[in-house]
Structures are given as C-alpha cells and as structure tokens.
C-alpha cells in the first residue's frame, strides 16, 4: 500500500515515533485528567474503589510480556499501531458507562492499549535510534507527547469550564481522536525493521539485574505519584476538574520546555548521577506531601514531582548500554511487567492505608525513593556489556 505522506517522511522511524507519541497523551491525559472528578461525582468513588481500580489498570501492565509472544504472529510496529487503537477506544467509551463495574471494565480496555504501546514504544525506540541520540530522542519524545496533553488539558478546561460538555462527549472525542491518528500512521509509513533480530521469547538475564530492581523499585514508586498524588489534590484540597486540568497543563509545559534539557543533562553527567539527583529529589518531595496543608504548597510540590520524574529515561540508556542488542524487544516487554508487579498491590494496600493514614502513604513512597538511591549507587560511571554494575567483578559470570 503506497503511504498517504511524502516518501522522504514515510521512511522516517523517528517521525513514526513522534506521532505516535503525540497520540498516546490526547488520550490518557484526558482519561487521567477526568478520572478523579468523573469517578467521584458519577460513580461515588472513595480511596477504597480509586485503589482498586488503579490496580486494575496496573493488571495489563503487569502482564505486559506477553508482547514477546505476540511478536511471533505480528510485526512490532503493527502490534505498536493496533495497542494506540485499543488506548483509544477504551477511552472513548469511558463516558458511557459511570458506574464502579463500568470504570473497571473500560479501563482495563484502556490500560491494555496504553501499558503494551509503551512496551512496543521503548523497544522500538532503543532498536531504531542510535545509543549516541536515544537520550535526546527520548527527550525529544517526552516533549512531544506533552505539548499534545497541553492541547488536550486546555480543551478539556474551555470544554468544561466554558461549554459545560459532559464528560461523556470527552472522552469519546479524546478517545477518537488517537483512534484516527493510529489508522493514519497505518497507512502513512512504511514498514521498518531492526538491524538485529530480536528473540521472540521470554529471557532473564542474571547480568541486567540492577535495571530490573531500579525497573521494579520504579513501578512501586511512580503508584504513589500516579495514584495518590492526584486523589490528595481533590480530596483534601477540592480541585475541580478545571483545577485540575491547569494542574496537568502546567506538568505538561515543563516538561515541554524542559525534557529535552533534561535528556542533554542525562548525556553530559551520566546515567549514575542523573538517577541519584532524581531519587534524592523525591524523597523530600514524598515527605513533603505527608506534611503539607496549604494547597500553593502542594501544588509545587506536584509539579516538582512530575519534574523529576523525566530523570527516569536515564533508566533506559542505562539499559540500552549495557544490553545485547537481540534482547531489547523481549527484555522491554519482560522489565515493564516487572515494573508493574508492585504497581498491581500497592495501590489497593495503599488505598486501604489511605483511610486511616494519608500521610503513611507518602511516608512509604519516600521510603521507596531511599530504597531507589541505594540501588542507584551500584551503577558505573560508565555503563557497558561486561560493566553493567559496581559489582560485576564479584558475580559469577554465568547468565539466565
């Protein structure tokens, strides 16, 4: 099939990437954006049913390996395509149902699509894009995707703030919003491929075993953020959905104007240092949201807090350097369910803690940050196969 474009930008992985990403956040930043409003007011949500949904969201994710084995029946970039279609109709149809069944039901739909494109997302990032670039790329990539979530939040806030649309009519014009874009980068681009086969079955290697702790340790931290840091908002403090759309937009231009600074500073310094400044940040960070009642404090505290989060693509150059290239496909589906083991519990148990404790909540997240800084110590100046940790003199040199 000829592609729709120029054949000069059809042949472009980076573009595909880029569109892709572009995608990605005009739904699930809708989808987040509403979520807490929406399942308060139209399905009477309290911590304990937030927390279980949240973990709901976490179960595709957690199974995000079975990606290597759909690889033996469907290309990578097509499996990529057919995920971003999944994310948007789970999106689209989230309005339809405001009941606690229904928010289980489409967004587990949602999270299928959402948790196995970026699984696909940074195994084809890692494949196509040079070790010299892939920072700068990942960089590049983050700001695109948040520069498409600043459109989105501000429709959202004139929607709902001007227009008083109903949250129904949202999340179906998100939702087919990437639906389109996904059918259109279908038959925009070419076909492409990697310059290395990758194994199409699972694999554990006993020499990448910092980057699946720092992977799991990740998981069970970002829950706190993603989770509870947005419920702290309109539950102690009453953001509205408008609120709580600015709060989104203002994470989403930092990170415009910022990520790819950030990527170039992971470059300049390193993964080591990089990871440590993310992870000393956080704590204090954690601790604060256990201490704050005023709303100015919480909201610095928010965007601080999504701030450093975009330290994290050091995690993956870390990776990239120090893998074989033929496990990048496998290993990206097999470290993003580990990513998601702690993701599944945390946030039922925590949902749970919440009732009795908020500030317990945070408390543990910075604990997880600490935990995450001491891991981090163990990462070389200079990453490398045969150098993939501080420790890897005293290992034994046989792999799983």
């Not at 395509?81 to 069944?101: D, E, K, N, R, Y």
């Not at 006993?206 to 419920?231: E, K, N, P």
């Not at 300049?268 to 704050?292: D, K, P």
């Not at 981090?376 to 150098?387: F, M, T, Y």
Request: hydrophobic fraction near 55%; aromatic fraction near 12%.
């Amino acid at each position: 099939m000829r592609p729709l474009i120029a054949e000069k930008y059809a042949q472009r992985p980076d573009l595909l990437l880029m569109v892709m990403a572009a995608a990605v956040p005009i739904s699930f930043a809708a989808w987040q954006a509403l979520l807490n409003n929406f399942a308060i007011e139209r399905a009477a949500f309290t911590g304990r049913e937030m927390g279980i949904l949240q973990s709901l969201r976490e179960v595709p994710g957690f199974l995000a390996f079975g990606v290597v084995f759909l690889l033996a029946v469907i290309r990578e970039q097509s499996l990529a395509l057919l995920a971003l279609c999944l994310l948007g109709i789970g999106t689209a149809l989230t309005g339809f149902f405001p009941s606690v069944l229904g928010l289980y039901l489409t967004t587990l739909l949602m999270s299928l699509g959402f948790h196995y494109f970026e699984t696909l997302q940074t195994s084809l990032t890692l494949q196509w894009i040079d070790k010299e670039k892939t920072a700068e790329t990942l960089g590049r990539l983050m700001a695109i995707g948040s520069l498409a979530a600043i459109l989105t939040f501000a429709l959202i806030w004139c929607a709902n703030s001007l227009l008083h649309i109903d949250y129904r009519w949202l999340y179906l014009l998100f939702g087919g919003l990437t639906l389109i874009i996904a059918l259109l980068a279908r038959l925009s681009f070419v076909p492409f491929s990697s310059a290395v086969v990758q194994h199409r079955h699972m694999l554990l290697r006993r020499r990448y075993w910092l980057y699946y702790a720092l992977t799991f340790m990740s998981g069970a931290r970002r829950q706190i953020f993603m989770v509870f840091a947005g419920f702290l908002m309109v539950e102690k403090f009453g953001y509205s959905v408008s609120g709580i759309a600015l709060l989104f937009l203002l994470n989403a231009s930092i990170n415009v104007l910022f990520a790819p600074k950030i990527a170039r500073l992971i470059g300049r310094i390193g993964e080591r240092r990089s990871l440590l400044t993310e992870y000393a940040g956080l704590i204090l960070i954690f601790c604060g949201y256990a201490l704050v009642e005023q709303a100015g404090i919480a909201v610095v505290l928010y965007l601080l807090d999504h701030f450093f989060f975009g330290l994290t693509i050091a995690q993956k150059t870390y990776f990239q350097k120090i893998a074989d290239p033929a496990d990048i496909a496998s290993t990206a589906g097999v470290s993003f369910s580990i990513n998601h083991i702690a993701a599944v519990v945390i946030p039922v148990l925590f949902g749970l803690l919440w009732l009795s404790s908020p500030a317990l909540v945070f408390y543990a997240g910075a604990g997880m940050a600490l935990l995450s800084f001491l891991l981090a110590l163990l990462i070389p100046r200079h990453p490398a196969r045969g150098g993939e940790t501080l420790l890897t003199r005293l290992m034994p040199k046989e792999q799983l």
